[in-house]
């Protein structure tokens, strides 16, 4: 089953992604992208949106409080938020140098690299 992996900033100026419930019109299953400085220049995390107080990615938010829905979610994002919500390593066949792997400790994090690239697209 595809499920409707949906890319957008809420009113409060958060980049999350989660799985579109078009019924309920909500997501769910939410993550929230956050950005962190490095010598490299900046990298991007993604953690549950309920951390540090949920471990897991179960919240859900509202369509409501969506302020800017883009226009699609790069592949690449969405094949990592589907290995942080369900555990599981998906083959892409080639990320190449998007330094998409390393989870944080027991947060389900991942780092991407080349944040304009990402939202460039």
Do not use: W
């Not at 080639?94 to 994090?109: Q, R, T, V, Y």
């Amino acid at each position: 089953m595809a499920y409707d992996i949906r890319l957008v900033k809420l009113i409060t100026g958060e980049l999350v992604l989660g799985k579109h419930d078009a019924e309920n019109d909500k997501l769910l299953e939410v993550a929230t992208l956050q950005t962190v400085p490095t010598q490299q220049g900046v990298q991007m995390m993604m953690l549950p949106y309920g951390y540090p107080f949920e471990q897991d990615f179960t919240g859900e938010i509202s369509c409501k409080h969506v302020l800017y829905e883009y226009k699609s979610a790069p592949e690449d994002l969405k094949t990592k938020y589907m290995e942080a919500i369900s555990n599981l390593t998906l083959s892409t066949g080639g990320l190449g140098g998007l330094n998409l792997g390393g989870a944080s400790a027991g947060a389900g994090g991942s780092k991407l690299s080349n944040v304009s690239e990402l939202l460039r697209k």
